[in-house]
Each structure stands twice: as C-alpha cells, then as structure tokens.
T-cell receptor, first 109, second 112 residues
Framework: GQQVMQIPQYQHVQEGEDFTTYCNSSTTLSNIQWYKQRPGGHPVFLIQLVKSGEVKKQKRLTFQFGEAKKNSSLHITATQTTDVGTYFCAGLNDYKLSFGAGTTVTVRA | EPEVTQTPSHQVTQMGQEVILRCVPISNHLYFYWYRQILGQKVEFLVSFYNNEISEKSEIFDDQFSVERPDGSNFTLKIRSTKLEDSAMYFC??????????FGPGTRLTVL
C-alpha cells in the first residue's frame, strides 16, 4: 500500500533560524496536504497542493509539491516559538489520507 | 466557523467492552472519516464513509469496528470488544469533497 515517509522526525531549531521538512510518497499522489498538530491537540489543516511543481506560501511557510507529485517540502523561515508542534504531510489517494510520521519541531528561544 | 465536534473527550473502558465514539461532522460535508493516533505515533487512517456506505477502510478496521450515520448529523465509530491496543486518540474528520479534511478535537480512548 501507499507509504508516506517524512524526515526529519525531530527538528530542534534556534528561534529565528530556518528549517525544512521533507515528505516522500511511494506512489504518485492526487494531492498532498499539510497539517500542524500542537501538543495535546488535533491535526489542523494548513494547505493543500494539487499541481505538479506547485509552490504556495503562507507568511513564513513555503510549501512545495514535486514535479512527479511524489514528494513535498515545508520550509519555515525565521522560526518563532509559535511554530512549535508536529507537522504532518498527508498524501491523498481516493478517499484516504496517508499521513507521514511527522516532524516534531521544538524551538530554542 | 463550523467545526467538527466529538464526544466524549475521554472514554475509559474495560477490555472486552463495547464503546461508541460520536462525531458531529460539519453540516454540509458529504465525506466522513475516522483516524486514530496511538500516543506519540502518527495519525492512521481507519475508514472513510460516503453516501451511507464505507468507501475505503484500512487493515486496522477489522470486523470489531463499525461505523454508522444514524441520523442526519451524527457519525459514530463502534468498537465491539475493546482490546488494550485500541487505546489511542480517535479523530473524526469530514470534508465537502475528497480534498481538505477538517478534524475534530478527538476522543481519547483508554482501555484497561
């Protein structure tokens, strides 16, 4: 079945620095979605990418969908303490979202 | 802003007991889902539901699990005979089409 791999599992970032988390699928995706889960919370939808090579920005977050629609990345610039949480990518095929294991981000002030 | 709601927020049960987890999806959504997240692990797909029937289910969703939409607003997940390994956070989600899914706050199920 479809597998979605996400790296790194943990990201410790100095406040103000940039970082990137990467997502790879074993199969071509119809779209990819990114979610953020704060500690003790539920996944909150951030963005959806549909087109090959698509790039979308939300303030300090930049999301990219690969040309082959099998990989994606999330880049955060100037990390803030509010960025703490786990970022999941999720590949959509048919009705099912297959989540990656997530990148858990901690921020050093 | 419309939200998915779930009750109860925390359910404690004895092994072998039946539990029903309840969800109220966003009112105009047509697709409904259940996911689970074992503590510290990733979110895992259980089942999707559309047009009053299961559209897809994972290998986790065996015959101990069932879903139902008993009326126009509720969507339930039943576990017939709970096992210790069923302890997890269970998230309900809904979507208008097969795209953006909105998650509820979750029910934490603890099986003793």
């Amino acid at each position: 079945g479809q597998q979605v791999m996400q790296i790194p599992q943990y990201q410790h970032v100095q406040e103000g620095e940039d970082f990137t988390t990467y997502c790879n699928s074993s199969t071509t995706l119809s779209n990819i979605q990114w979610y953020k889960q704060r500690p003790g919370g539920h996944p909150v939808f951030l963005i959806q990418l549909v087109k090959s090579g698509e790039v979308k920005k939300q303030k300090r977050l930049t999301f990219q969908f690969g040309e082959a629609k099998k990989n994606s990345s999330l880049h955060i610039t100037a990390t803030q303490t509010t960025d703490v949480g786990t970022y999941f990518c999720a590949g959509l095929n048919d009705y099912k979202l297959s989540f990656g294991a997530g990148t858990t981000v901690t921020v050093r002030a | 802003e419309p939200e998915v709601t779930q009750t109860p927020s925390h359910q404690v049960t004895q092994m072998g007991q039946e539990v029903i987890l309840r969800c109220v999806p966003i009112s105009n959504h047509l697709y409904f889902y259940w996911y689970r997240q074992i503590l510290g692990q990733k979110v895992e797909f259980l089942v999707s539901f559309y047009n009053n029937e299961i559209s897809e289910k994972s290998e986790i969703f065996d015959d101990q699990f069932s879903v139902e939409r008993p009326d126009g607003s509720n969507f339930t997940l039943k576990i017939r005979s709970t096992k210790l390994e069923d302890s997890a956070m269970y998230f309900c989600a809904s979507s208008w089409a097969t795209d953006t899914q909105y998650f509820g706050p979750g029910t934490r199920l603890t099986v003793l």
